[in-house]
């Protein structure tokens, strides 16, 4: 279990590099408490015998504070800071998908975010879907969730 959850952890924190990030959000343990109480499709993942093999963060989130964040006028920690429990939530920021090498192309990421993105729509009345892409392959399958989900895809420029 824990070969997998280590190669995991390795590859958020070379790929994101949210340690020297400030405005990223650093997932712990008391973060992931939050996510799992503004909705608990939040988090999802794939694992095998060996552990987690992809995940997937997505957070729903107001119309407000999508555009102060695609605008740059908040930051990716700002933005779950100002997200509570209990509110009604109109935009779901798609965050990060993860998938070990060995496992990609094979539509995890997307089929995961799918599942996530769905299951919060049974529960909010969700207009639009946004990112902020840190590489051509999450902003392609960002893309495929968007038309799949049939919703309007919006992302904050690099």
Request: charged share 30%; proline share 6%.
């Amino acid at each position: 279990m824990q070969k997998n959850l280590e190669r995991m952890m390795r590859l958020a924190d070379e790929f994101f590099d949210y340690r020297n990030d400030p405005e990223q959000i650093v997932v712990d343990e008391q973060i992931m408490a939050k996510l799992e109480a503004i909705d608990p499709a939040s988090l999802a993942q794939q694992a095998n015998e060996d552990g987690p093999i992809a995940w997937v963060l997505v957070i729903p989130t107001t119309e407000r504070v999508m555009r102060e964040f695609l605008e740059g006028k908040i930051s990716e920690r700002k933005l779950l800071e100002e997200t509570m429990p209990g509110q009604q939530f109109d935009a779901v920021y798609l965050c990060s998908a993860l998938v070990l090498p060995e496992f990609r192309r094979k539509g995890l990421a997307k089929s995961l975010t799918l599942r996530s993105v769905n299951a919060i729509r049974t529960r909010h009345p969700i207009r639009w879907l946004y990112i902020w892409p840190f590489s051509e392959e999450g902003a392609r399958v960002a893309e495929e969730v968007a038309a799949e989900a049939k919703l309007p895809l919006l992302r904050k420029a690099l």
